[in-house]
C-alpha cells in the first residue's frame, strides 16, 4: 500500500468523522476557549495581571501567554492522544488486527493517516484564536504573533511524531493503554510547563522537562506573548532544539518500534 | 427491612464493591488523571496570584475543586453507567424482577465516593507537595460537612437525573462535561465579589449555596449570608430530589409502556 494511499485515507477518514459526528466537531471548537476562560477567568478572580508578570518574571502578556500556550497544548496533546490513543480506537472497534497484519509497519500507519488530522485541528484552532490574536495585537502585531505559534506548533509537530510512536509502540506493548494514557498525557503537559512554566517547576521535575519535546514548543509558541519583540537568540535556540529532538526522537522510534511491534505480534497484544 | 430488601441491598452493594476491584487500574487511572488534569488548570490559575495571599487562594480553589470533582463523577459515575447497563441489557432483567435499575444505579455511591476520596487526598498530597499549604484543616467541620452533604446529594440527584433522561433520549456526555465546567467557574466567584443585589440569586443557582458554606467552613470567605445560604441550599437540594425520583418514576413507567431504547449517556 503506498503511502500516499495512507494519508488519503486518513483524510477521508477526519472528514468522515467530524461530518458523523456533530456534537464532536461542536466540542473541538469550544474545548480551547473554554480552557483559556476558564484560566483566565479564574486568575483574575484571584489576583491580577501585576502579580502575573512578576511570578512569570518576564514581561508578557497574559491573555497571550494563555492563547500561546493553549494552542501549544492542545495540539501536542493532539498529537500524543492522536497516533497512542488511536491505538485504544483501533482495539476497540476491532481493527488493530488488521493494521498489525497490514503490510505497512504499525507505526507507520498510525502517523501517516494521523497527520492530516494535526493539520485539520491545529488549522481549526488557529482559525479560532486568529481574530481574537488580532483584536488584541492589531493586525501586524497579530500576523507577528501568529507566525511565532504556526512556527512553534509546525515544528514541535516534528519531535512529537518520533516521541508519539515510541510512546505507540510501548502501549501496543503493555496492553493497558487507556489507563496509561489517562494519566500519562497531563502528567507530559505538566511536566512540559504547559500552563506553569518548567522553569519554575522544582529540579527534578525540571531534567524531566529538558527531555519531552512538548516543553520546546510550549515555550517556543509563548515567546509571541512577550511585550516587545522577542530576542531572536532565543528563538534560534529553541528551533535547533526542536530541530535536535526531532533527529533523536524519529530516529529512536525508528530502532525501536520495530521491537515493541514484534512483541505485541508475539504476545497477541490485539 | 424486609429479607428481600436486604438481600437485594446486599446483591447491589456487591456488584459495584467487586466490580471496583476487578476495575482497580482503571479507576486508579481515573483518580490519578482527574488529579493531574485538575492541577494543570489550577497551576495556570495561580500565577495571577500575589505571594503573600497564596495559602488562603489555594485553600479556597482547593475545596471548590473537590465540590465540583463531586459533581463531575457523580454526573459520569451516576448518569454515564446507566449506557452500560441499557448496553448489557440488564434494564429488561431488572424489571422483569421487579426490581427498578435505578436502585442498582443507587450502588454507584460506593463506586463515586470512593473515587472523589482518593483524588481529594492525592490533590492535597499534590498541592501541598507544590506550595506547602496544608488543606485538610479546617475552621468549622460541621458546616463543611453540612456543605459537603448538600454538594453530594444535590449531584447525585443530577446525576439519577441525567441517568432517567438517557433512557428516553440520547444525552451528549461533552456537552455535560461543558457545562460541568461552567458550574466551577460560578462556585469560584466568591460572594462578596456580586453586587449585593443579587447574592441571593446567585445563592439560587444548583451548587452555589452549599459551595459557599463549604468556603466559610474553610475561612476562604468571610461568613455572610450563612443562615440564607442554608435555607436556600436545603430548597435547592429538596427541589432536585424530587425533580430526580420523579424522573426517575416517569421513566420507568415509560419503559414498561414502550421498551428500552439503547441510547443512554454517551
Known amino acids: ?270 | 427491612m424486609k429479607p428481600v430488601a436486604l438481600v437485594r441491598m446486599k446483591a447491589v452493594l456487591y456488584l459495584h464493591t467487586i466490580r471496583l476491584w476487578r476495575y482497580k487500574w482503571s479507576f486508579l487511572n481515573m483518580i490519578l488523571s482527574e488529579a493531574a488534569w485538575v492541577f494543570l488548570f489550577v497551576l495556570g490559575s495561580l500565577l495571577f496570584v500575589p505571594k503573600e495571599q497564596l495559602t488562603t487562594v489555594v485553600k479556597g480553589a482547593f475545596w471548590v475543586i473537590v465540590a465540583w470533582s463531586m459533581i463531575s463523577n457523580f454526573s459520569s459515575l451516576v448518569g454515564g453507567w446507566m449506557r452500560f447497563f441499557i448496553s448489557i441489557g440488564m434494564v429488561e432483567e431488572h424489571l422483569l424482577r421487579g426490581f427498578s435499575p435505578f436502585k442498582t444505579l443507587l450502588g454507584r455511591l460506593v463506586t463515586g465516593s470512593t473515587v472523589i476520596i482518593s483524588s481529594l487526598l492525592f490533590m492535597a498530597v499534590l498541592v501541598k507537595g507544590a506550595f506547602n499549604v496544608d488543606l485538610l484543616t479546617v475552621d468549622q467541620i460541621a458546616l463543611l460537612i453540612i456543605g459537603m452533604a448538600l454538594l453530594a446529594i444535590e449531584s447525585l440527584s443530577y446525576g439519577f437525573t441525567v441517568a432517567a433522561i438517557s433512557m428516553r433520549t440520547s444525552v451528549p456526555g461533552n456537552l455535560l462535561e461543558i457545562l460541568n465546567l461552567g458550574v466551577i467557574g460560578l462556585m469560584m466567584i466568591p460572594i462578596h465579589s456580586l453586587p449585593e443585589r443579587t447574592r441571593l440569586i446567585y445563592l439560587c443557582i444548583p451548587y452555589t449555596a452549599p459551595s459557599h458554606l463549604v468556603k466559610i467552613a474553610i475561612s476562604s470567605v468571610p461568613p455572610e449570608l450563612v443562615r440564607e445560604a442554608l435555607i436556600l441550599s436545603t430548597m435547592v437540594c429538596v427541589t432536585m430530589l424530587i425533580f430526580a425520583i420523579l424522573a426517575m418514576k416517569l421513566a420507568n413507567l415509560w419503559i414498561k409502556k414502550n421498551g428500552v431504547k439503547a441510547i443512554g449517556f454517551w
Request: net charge positive.
Open chain 1, 1 to 270: 500500500m503506498a503511502l500516499r494511499t495512507l494519508f488519503k485515507s486518513g483524510v477521508v477518514l477526519d472528514i468522515y468523522f467530524f461530518k458523523n459526528n456533530r456534537s464532536a466537531f461542536l466540542f473541538t471548537l469550544i474545548w480551547p476557549y473554554l480552557t483559556l476562560t476558564l484560566i483566565i477567568g479564574m486568575g483574575y478572580l484571584f489576583g491580577s495581571a501585576e502579580s502575573f508578570k512578576q511570578n512569570v518574571g518576564v514581561s508578557v502578556d497574559p491573555l497571550m501567554y494563555f492563547i500561546a500556550s493553549t494552542l501549544a497544548t492542545m495540539v501536542s496533546l493532539d498529537v500524543m492522544w492522536g497516533i497512542g490513543g488511536s491505538v485504544l480506537e483501533h482495539r476497540w472497534i476491532g481493527t488493530l488486527p488488521y493494521i498489525l497484519l497490514s503490510p505497512n509497519r504499525t507505526s507507520i500507519t498510525l502517523v501517516l493517516t494521523y497527520i492530516p488530522r494535526y493539520l485539520l485541528n491545529a488549522g481549526i484552532q488557529l482559525a479560532e484564536f486568529a481574530p481574537l490574536i488580532f483584536v488584541v495585537e492589531g493586525f501586524y502585531g497579530g500576523l507577528f504573533r501568529l507566525s511565532i505559534v504556526i512556527l512553534a506548533i509546525t515544528l514541535g509537530m516534528l519531535p512529537l511524531l518520533g516521541f508519539s510512536a515510541l510512546f505507540t509502540s510501548f502501549l501496543l506493548s503493555i496492553k493497558e493503554e487507556s489507563n496509561v494514557l489517562g494519566w500519562l498525557n497531563p502528567l507530559i503537559l505538566l511536566f512540559s510547563g504547559a500552563f506553569y512554566p518548567a522553569y519554575l517547576l522544582p529540579r527534578w521535575a525540571r531534567i524531566i522537562s529538558k527531555a519531552l519535546p512538548s516543553t520546546y514548543t510550549i515555550e517556543l509558541a509563548r515567546l509571541s506573548a512577550i511585550i516587545g519583540s522577542p530576542e531572536l537568540r532565543k528563538i534560534t535556540l529553541l528551533i535547533g532544539a526542536l530541530v535536535a529532538m526531532s533527529v533523536i526522537y524519529n530516529s529512536a522510534s525508528g530502532l525501536l518500534i520495530q521491537a515493541g511491534e514484534r512483541k505485541a505480534m508475539r504476545k497477541g497484544a490485539i
